[in-house]
T-cell receptor, first 116, second 113 residues
Framework: AQKVTQAQTEISVVEKEDVTLDCVYETRDTTYYLFWYKQPPSGELVFLIRRNSFDEQNEISGRYSWNFQKSTSSFNFTITASQVVDSAVYFCALSEDTGGGNKLTFGTGTQLKVEL | DVKVTQSSRYLVKRTGEKVFLECVQDMDHENMFWYRQDPGLGLRLIYFSYDVKMKEKGDIPEGYSVSREKKERFSLILESASTNQTSMYLC????????????FGPGTRLTVL
């Protein structure tokens, strides 16, 4: 069975600090996909990134970067120079390469609070 | 602007009532999903549908049923609401094919008294 662990329940930082959100996953599949979503206080989840298991290149998008390491089954997310608008709950998720449905298994989320 | 809409943001029902939560997407997506979100548990999949009239159980289907009569609409039904079904319910949709980005609605916070 698939499993996603986000061990950090809550993180508080001061604006402009860098912060890393950890995600560790378990799967028996050789082909799988990893996702990160952001849930701001408004409640609607927003897609941030999708990465497949064959692409271990790290990715950077503005202040966001993702570090995918198959050797440690981790897909960590770093926000550089955090801002108050980054305050949200962040979810890591895993999907099998199924024929239909594309189910996601979510972690329990990390609440990030960025303070002035 | 692509959208997933849910019929209510907040809903209060009594134990034993039949409850309908409606979800509509305007992206012509084949896949639709219902999750519930609880503190400390993250999002858990209740049911999903990959085509009209098709449905599959997720991880926690007990006490719920679904209906998908039209491609754009996916309904979650609580046949007899119970207090342990008090939760945030999130609907999502995605294109068919390889695991694609899911687009989420704003959620319905259901309280069962």
């Amino acid at each position: 069975a698939q499993k996603v662990t986000q061990a950090q329940t809550e993180i508080s930082v001061v604006e402009k600090e860098d912060v890393t959100l950890d995600c560790v996953y378990e799967t028996r599949d050789t082909t799988y996909y990893l996702f990160w979503y952001k849930q701001p206080p408004s409640g609607e989840l927003v897609f941030l990134i999708r990465r497949n298991s064959f692409d271990e290149q790290n990715e950077i998008s503005g202040r966001y970067s993702w570090n995918f390491q198959k050797s440690t089954s981790s897909f960590n997310f770093t926000i550089t120079a955090s801002q108050v608008v980054d305050s949200a709950v962040y979810f890591c998720a895993l999907s099998e390469d199924t024929g239909g449905g594309n189910k996601l298994t979510f972690g329990t989320g990390t609440q990030l609070k960025v303070e002035l | 602007d692509v959208k997933v809409t849910q019929s209510s943001r907040y809903l209060v029902k009594r134990t034993g009532e039949k409850v309908f939560l409606e979800c509509v997407q305007d992206m012509d997506h084949e896949n639709m999903f219902w999750y519930r979100q609880d503190p400390g548990l993250g999002l858990r999949l209740i049911y999903f549908s990959y085509d009209v009239k098709m449905k599959e159980k997720g991880d926690i289907p007990e006490g719920y049923s679904v209906s998908r009569e039209k491609k754009e609409r996916f309904s979650l039904i609580l046949e007899s609401a119970s207090t342990n079904q008090t939760s945030m319910y999130l609907c999502a949709s995605s294109n068919a094919g390889g695991p694609n980005e899911q687009f989420f609605g704003p959620g319905t916070r259901l309280t069962v008294l």
